[in-house]
T-cell receptor
Framework: AQKITQTQPGMFVQEKEAVTLDCTYD???????LFWYKQPSSGEMIFLIY??????QNATEGRYSLNFQKARKSANLVISASQLGDSAMYFC?????????????FGTGTRLTIIP | GAVVSQHPSWVICKSGTSVKIECRSL??????MFWYRQFPKQSLMLMAT?????????EQGVEKDKFLINHASLTLSTLTVTSAHPEDSSFYIC?????????????FGPGTRLTVL
């Protein structure tokens, strides 16, 4: 069963507009963490934002915010005032414990293209 | 943030040869390192988890005899693709975590692009 679901394979957004990238997750573990990473064409994984399952407030990091709706098991990434440099693949990931190790499971990603 | 390096950044090899990829944590000690594989236009798939000084834990479907992982020190893990074939061509990414003391965050290396001819 898919543990992390990103339903938007691709998105096109006008520069300076806000954009929301969807992510839903499935876990029975009460303690987990949710991450968003950006992967430009060069390939490196750039950490954007983190939300812990027990965090009361939505995480924010500069232009990035995470809309965490625990009951709906969703963790959408919101990018405000998009810039051309935001064009990249975006991956949602969940950290959970498995056989004593903590591991990350990634979604299939969303390719975001910012249009000038 | 913490820095993780990978070497080489890209490699081209002939079918049947073995290729070693290094992953180093440059400014922290990594209790655990992870190896991922990413095929073009696909997501990262965890291959194995390695703890320093112990055998790696491989994910289902990953051949441990083909993808040899060694985590001999707290700053270095290596992935050796043995008898590589064209279907092993992929982008290999490692990550490292300092463990509970460092919040268990994973820091990613820049990746190694392997092309097997």
């Amino acid at each position: 069963a898919q543990k992390i679901t990103q339903t938007q394979p691709g998105m096109f957004v006008q520069e300076k507009e806000a954009v929301t990238l969807d992510c839903t997750y499935d876990t029975s573990d009460p303690s987990y963490g949710l991450f968003w990473y950006k992967q430009p064409s060069s390939g490196e994984m750039i950490f954007l934002i983190y939300q812990g399952s027990y965090d009361q407030q939505n995480a924010t990091e500069g232009r990035y915010s995470l809309n965490f709706q625990k009951a709906r098991k969703s963790a959408n990434l919101v990018i405000s005032a998009s810039q051309l440099g935001d064009s990249a693949m975006y991956f949602c990931a969940m950290r959970e414990r498995s056989f004593g190790n903590e591991k990350l499971t990634f979604g299939t990603g969303t390719r975001l293209t910012i249009i000038p | 943030g913490a820095v993780v390096s990978q070497h080489p950044s890209w490699v081209i090899c002939k079918s049947g040869t073995s290729v070693k990829i290094e992953c180093r944590s440059l400014d922290f000690q990594a209790t655990t390192m992870f190896w991922y594989r990413q095929f073009p236009k696909q997501s990262l798939m965890l291959m194995a988890t390695s703890n320093e000084g112990s055998k790696a834990t491989y994910e289902q479907g990953v051949e441990k005899d083909k993808f040899l992982i060694n985590h001999a020190s707290l700053t270095l893990s290596t992935l050796t693709v043995t008898s590589a074939h064209p279907e092993d061509s992929s982008f290999y990414i490692c990550s490292a975590t300092p463990g509970l003391a460092g919040g268990n965050e994973q820091f990613f290396g820049p990746g190694t692009r392997l092309t097997v001819l």
